[in-house]
């Protein structure tokens, strides 16, 4: 079973609509961070978690939000969707504050289109 | 700032030919370096690492050397394979990882038979 999964992997929806990308990890790390991925834009830090209580902004964080259910589950909500949000969507995680913080592991990713 | 510039891409080749892909940082403090790589309709998968200057990286056949003096950490192989075909990814991470990975713009790397 992967260590890190996004659900769902792909989704089409229309502009205006609430969407909600999840990721759950079975890593026990207890950093998580949500990346988008353009052509030639290489990833895009949007939101980072380094625990349960902590929720950062990445470079581009606006129009999206984040919610760290539990050290497992981090999901990234898009409030109101827009065609410029069409991308792929990454998951990665890292240890905490014992052990390798700095060696990140990915999900699959979700293939998010916005009509 | 910290930042991560790599060689634009496509990169196409033909199978056992050598492979260069440059990336070259910015960074405060000493930096840990470090390649991924995407295949296609995957996630980015750690390929390689360096903690410290002039510490060589390895995997899979591909190598990197920390190049401080010319902040550098080119990645090479010597014989590149059809299955090799992916995109490639430079990152850099400050702080002993209290902040969260830099990544260039990626590489796609195309090897044809």
């Known amino acids: 079973d992967a260590d890190v999964t996004q659900t769902p992997r792909n989704r089409i929806t229309k502009t205006g609509k609430r969407i909600m990308l999840e990721c759950s990890q079975t890593k026990g790390h207890d950093r998580m961070y949500w990346y988008r991925q353009d052509p030639g834009l290489g990833l895009r830090l949007i939101y980072y978690?380094?625990?349960?209580?902590?929720?950062n902004k990445g470079e581009i964080s606006d129009g999206y939000s984040v919610s760290r259910q539990a050290q497992a589950k981090f999901s990234l909500s898009l409030e109101s969707a827009i065609p410029n949000q069409t991308a792929l969507y990454f998951c990665?995680?890292?240890?905490?504050?014992?052990?390798?913080?700095?060696?990140?592991?990915f999900g699959p990713g979700t293939r998010l289109t916005v009509l | 700032g910290n930042s991560v510039t790599q060689m634009e891409g496509p990169v196409t080749l033909s199978e056992e030919a050598f492979l260069t892909i440059n990336c070259t940082y910015t960074a405060t403090g000493y930096p840990s370096l470090f390649w991924y790589v995407q295949y296609p309709g995957e996630g980015l998968q750690l390929l390689l690492k360096a903690t410290k200057a002039d510490d060589k990286g390895s995997n899979k056949g591909f190598e990197a050397t920390y190049r401080k003096e010319t902040t550098s950490f080119h990645l090479e192989k010597g014989s590149v394979q059809v299955s090799d075909s992916a995109v490639y990814f430079c990152?850099?991470?400050?702080?002993?990882?209290?902040?969260?990975?830099?990544f260039g713009k990626g590489t796609r790397l195309s090897v044809i038979a």
């Open positions: 990152a850099l991470s400050v702080n002993s990882g209290n902040t969260p990975l830099v």
């Open positions: 990665a995680t890292s240890e905490g504050r014992r052990g390798v913080r700095d060696t990140q592991y």
């Open positions: 978690s380094f625990d349960v209580k902590d929720i």
